[in-house]
């Protein structure tokens, strides 16, 4: 009796011992079927979601997109040995749409917040960015400090959904906060003196104030925060995650993403495919 036990406990122990690498490999099989890289590779294409903001993406004077992360994102393809398509997309709904599975993954300079990566999945930062401040002139030429900013009576546009937006309520509590889909629509509001002061991630206040010395400027140096930027792509998906990792990773030790980035902030020789 007590040897036919023991042969049947041995019996169930193989069996499971058999069944659990079988299983775990049948579930890693299923990941790597599902992830986004490799219905990327299948299709052959990689779709990403993105919004304008110069000089990360912009539209040129033949309606191509060009900017920091158009390049980005065209090697990353080239290296993938796929086509791309960018997917443009309002900045407030970008997340929504990822999610529904409008495209594959996000640039468009988005930062790394606690609260997107509740939604989202993010890779190693490839990039850091700051928000700066541009002022109207006709409305805040006595601004010159960010306590000068957190007034009553200053108002200060942002972009919806943009950290920008978020950084506005949290350190101007004082001031009257207005946002907006466009920072397009943000620039025109200090134009035309309905604005006081415009949060944007650096460099557009300084290359606006530079293209409009008579209306814009600069008044506080540089930028008050420092935010990582990392691709966002949709949770569950480990394989996605690997690849768009060592891909930063590469990209950074062989120097490939700092010149881009020098080209694209260090200077405006790229304004003539605007114009």
């Known amino acids: 009796m007590f040897r036919s036990m023991v042969k049947t406990v041995v019996a169930l122990l193989l069996v499971v011992a058999f069944c659990i690498p079988a299983s775990a490999q049948n579930v890693m099989s299923e990941l790597n079927k599902e992830s986004v890289i490799s219905k990327v590779i299948e299709r052959n ?5 993105f919004s304008t903001f110069v000089p990360w993406a912009m539209k040129d004077k033949n309606g191509d997109f060009v900017g920091y992360e158009i390049d980005v994102m065209k090697e990353l393809a080239k290296d993938l040995g796929v086509e791309i398509e960018f997917v443009p997309t309002t900045w407030s709904g970008i997340i ?5 599975n409008k495209f594959d993954v996000i640039i468009g300079g988005m930062s790394v917040t606690t609260q997107r990566n509740l939604k989202v999945n993010f890779s190693d930062p490839y990039d850091y960015t700051g928000i700066a401040i541009l002022g109207s002139l006709k409305k805040g030429g ?9 007034k009553e009576g200053v108002i200060v546009v942002a972009r919806i959904g943009s950290t920008p937006a978020a950084a506005a309520k949290k350190y101007f509590p004082k001031a009257d906060v207005r946002l907006f889909e466009k920072e397009t629509q943000c620039v025109q509001e200090l134009m035309t003196g309905r604005a006081t002061v415009m949060l944007a991630s650096a460099p557009l206040p300084a290359f606006k104030a530079y293209e409009f010395p008579k209306k814009l400027f600069v008044p506080v140096k540089g930028t008050f925060t420092k935010e990582p930027i990392a691709f966002a792509l949709r949770k569950g998906d480990p394989d996605t995650l690997n690849v768009l990792n060592n891909w930063v990773r590469i990209k950074h030790d062989s120097g490939w993403l700092k010149a881009r980035k020098d080209y694209w902030f260090e200077g405006k020789q790229w304004e003539s495919m605007l114009k």
Request: net charge negative; aromatic share 0%.
């Open 45 to 49: 294409k990689l779709r990403v979601g």
């Open 96 to 100: 929504p749409a990822l999610l529904a």
């Open 142 to 150: 006595d601004i010159h400090t960010l306590e000068d900013v957190n």
